[in-house]
């Protein structure tokens, strides 16, 4: 089953150090979507690639947030100068590029910041 | 802002008996809406969908039903089982690929 993988599926860091997380996405999939779920809420959405052009970021995701899909295929979200608010899970999806497909996501990266 | 609302955290029911799950909007622009299903420690998956322009939707033993007039959508699982327990988001989506998620709502069925 070639889901959506992601790593690490937990983080813990101090504050103020950067991390990185990676998501594979479902290869034939060509859009990829990065979500952050904290407790007791739904995902919501933090940024959007279609293949390797990053088309959509949610006003959450601050100057200290930045992801990449260099060639379209995996991508990465990085995290500078973590603070305790940013402890949170990371989810990552990906669909094709049908109307309306549903998102995929993978099991997530669960980032505790101390 | 939250475009989509699920107000009831949890809900219990018995084995065999239906569950229903309510879910209100406030965005117009929504024009499909999907349920995912989510088992600890695993991501979201999807369930089931209903386009705007439709009013029920239904999959084996789950049934989406959507009032568009009163921006209010709901998923019927019937007869429901104890594997059904899990926590379960509403999702609008608009311009075809911005999706906003509830806050979920977590089942519990009951043997």
């Known amino acids: 089953d070639t889901g959506v993988s992601q790593n690490p599926r937990h983080k813990i860091t101090k504050r103020g150090q950067n991390v990185t997380f990676r998501c594979d996405p479902i290869?034939?999939?060509?859009?990829l979507y990065w979500y952050r779920q904290t407790l007791g809420q739904g995902p919501e959405f933090l940024t959007y690639f279609q293949n390797e052009a990053q088309l959509e970021k949610s006003r959450l995701l601050s100057d200290r947030f930045s992801a990449e899909r260099p060639k379209g295929s995996f991508s990465t979200l990085e995290i500078q100068r973590t603070e305790q608010g940013d402890s949170a899970m990371y989810l990552c999806a990906s669909s094709d590029p049908g109307l309306n497909s549903p998102l995929h996501f993978g099991n997530g990266t669960r980032l505790t910041v101390t | 802002d939250q475009q989509v609302k699920q107000n009831s955290p949890s809900l219990s029911v018995q084995e065999g008996r239906i569950s229903i799950l309510n879910c209100d909007y406030t965005n117009s622009m929504f024009d499909y809406f999907l349920w995912y299903k989510k088992y600890p420690a695993e991501g979201p998956t999807f369930l089931i969908s209903?386009?705007?322009?439709?009013d029920k939707n239904e999959d084996g033993r789950f049934t989406v039903f959507l009032n568009k007039s009163a921006k209010h959508l709901s998923l019927h699982i019937v007869p429901s089982q104890p594997g059904d327990s899990a926590v379960y988001f509403c999702a609008g989506v608009y311009n075809n690929n911005d999706m906003r998620f509830g806050a979920g709502t977590r089942l519990t069925v009951k043997p």
């Open positions: 209903i386009s705007s322009i439709k």
């Open positions: 290869s034939e999939h060509n859009r």
